[in-house]
């Protein structure tokens, strides 16, 4: 039964270049949620994302930041023009569809380096 | 909204001993609570959980963490500490109410447990 996978696990990117960052939910799971942590921080929420809809992106900076979940395929946070600012290890969580779910589970983390 | 605050950054604790790392939650609504540890480069997995009932829960690896609603607090504590305890120990909360928008979890700074032999 495998868990959230996200790939890759480390990406360096130079300035201005773009940065996708994916994450397959666990099976039969169709909530995702993206939280990122600077160096020395907690996580931070960013967006929250059901099958081919953004629910919440009130985490998310208001440019260059962008997140989907096809109906098919992972989900996906680009970045555009990425600056030495977004640096940070991005994590990816998924959840069941019922209600009263309350448990995340919790993918391994692409680490992004901008150079 | 909600907002958890980890009151120390690093705790150092010598093996064998106990240690309490401390919790304090602020929401306006009725909240989970949660505990995740982080080992270096890896990611969150969880320790224990609160949802309702008894204010003591149990996790694994011999974690216990008590709810106290009074002081808003759920600390994390285990009586023995052992060298691979050493991590990052994560405290969170989460709306009980799931509509859409509530789903996410808040989480502290973190508390670096550091065990030393």
């Known amino acids: 039964n495998a868990g959230v996978m996200q790939n890759p696990r480390h990406l360096v990117r130079r300035r201005g270049q773009e940065a996708r960052l994916r994450c397959s939910p666990m099976k039969g799971h169709s909530h995702v949620y993206w939280y990122r942590q600077l160096p020395e921080e907690g996580l931070k929420f960013m967006v929250y994302l059901q099958k081919e809809n953004i629910i919440d992106e009130s985490g998310m900076p208001k440019e260059r930041f962008s997140a989907e979940f096809p109906k098919e395929g992972p989900s996906i946070l680009r970045i555009q023009q990425v600056v030495r600012g977004d640096s940070a290890a991005y994590f990816c969580?998924?959840?069941?569809?019922?209600?009263?779910?309350?448990?995340?589970?919790f993918g391994p983390g692409t680490r992004l380096t901008v150079t | 909204a909600q907002s958890v605050t980890q009151l120390d950054s690093q705790v150092p604790v010598f093996e064998e001993a106990p240690v309490e790392l401390r919790c304090n939650y602020s929401s306006s609504v009725s909240v989970y609570l949660f505990w995740y540890v982080q080992y270096p480069n890896q990611g969150l997995q969880l320790l224990l959980k609160y949802l309702s009932g008894s204010t003591l829960v149990k996790g694994i690896n011999g974690f216990e963490a008590e709810f106290n609603k009074s002081q808003t607090s759920f600390h994390l504590r285990k009586p023995s500490v052992h060298i691979s305890d050493t991590a990052e120990y994560f405290c969170a909360v989460k709306p009980r109410v799931s509509s859409g928008s509530a789903r996410q979890l808040t989480f502290g700074s973190g508390t670096q447990l550091t065990v030393l032999p």
């Open positions: 969580a998924s959840s069941p569809s019922r209600t009263d779910s309350y448990e995340q589970y």
